[in-house]
């Protein structure tokens, strides 16, 4: 079995959801209080044990390369002012995992940017973050070690899902549980994979929600894979298809996800992330009481 040490985190979106702030200035280096909502998926990666990372990018995104690179003027102007702890900071950002970049030149979907990512994959397994999704799992393992854990059980393709309300099913991609196998605990083998079915179609409420562990055959069908919803390379197709040749399994993962691609998504996140900061929780908490009172 191989292990899974590599990822990749497609971010060429234009990040329309957050206009104008992302005019010039990509969605995935917005700050939840004071860190780029990228960072903390990269965290996530790094405490799975990932020690490879391919941020799939776009002409307008070098600011992401920018923050993860070493910056020696910060930094030099940090020791001279004895400022040790930013110092640390800095540096530990530039230093916690390998990262490396390549262009999607064509906005042609997730399937396409996944696609991009084959000569740095090669053979091996591998994981996909998606930027959207922030998940925080306090006292246990971070999601994506989950499903990581899970892919070292069955070795094959797993995609992290989580239960949503049902008049929400129609905004995610939805699974289809097998019928003729027992679930593993939390863990299912999928049937089917249904894009944003309408509420009276969807054969779950078994959300996919922005992590997957996925077999380096998903390349195959990503090559020969017909454009689907939007006239884009939809991943959720390619998994499909996977699904005739080898088994594929959902894990519902445990922990709390914030949507951060909704605009009320990243200010539940700012809030919460904030009042979780022993330097930020008291003046949070009774700015909210206040404002409830008003």
Avoid: W
């Amino acid at each position: 079995m191989q292990r899974v040490r590599k990822a990749v985190i497609p971010a060429a979106g234009f990040g329309t959801r957050f206009l104008p702030a992302t005019k010039a200035q990509p969605k995935e280096m917005l700050p939840i209080v004071d860190k780029p909502t990228i960072q903390y998926i990269i965290e996530e990666a790094v405490r799975s044990g990932i020690e490879e990372i391919l941020i799939i990018t776009s002409g307008q995104k070098r600011s992401i390369e920018d923050h993860f690179d070493k910056s020696y003027e910060l930094e030099d102007i940090l020791r001279k002012k004895g400022k040790e702890d930013l110092l640390k900071m800095v540096e530990e950002v530039s230093n916690m995992v390998n990262i490396h970049y390549i262009r999607q030149k064509e906005a042609k979907g997730l399937g396409h940017a996944i696609h991009c990512a084959k000569v740095f994959i090669k053979d091996e397994p591998f994981a996909v973050l998606l930027g959207d999704d922030v998940v925080v799992n306090k006292n246990g393992e971070p999601a994506l070690k989950q499903l990581i854990t899970q892919y070292e059980k069955v070795e094959a393709s797993v995609v992290g899902v989580q239960t949503v309300p049902l008049e929400d099913v129609s905004k995610y991609g939805i699974v289809e549980v097998s019928k003729s196998h027992e679930p593993r605990g939390r863990l299912y083998q999928l049937a089917n994979m249904v894009e944003k079915p309408k509420v009276s179609e969807a054969p779950s409420q078994l959300a996919v929600l922005g992590r997957y562990i996925l077999t380096p055959e998903i390349f195959e069908m990503l090559e020969t894979q017909a454009p689907g919803s939007g006239n884009e390379i939809q991943l959720t197709d390619a998994i499909k298809r996977l699904m005739t040749r080898q088994t594929v399994y959902a894990y519902d993962f445990v922990g709390h996800r914030y949507d951060v691609g909704d605009k009320f998504g990243f200010i539940k996140a700012t809030i919460d992330f904030a009042l979780d900061r022993e330097d930020l929780h008291e003046q949070v908490l009774n700015y909210l009481k206040e404002t409830v009172k008003k």
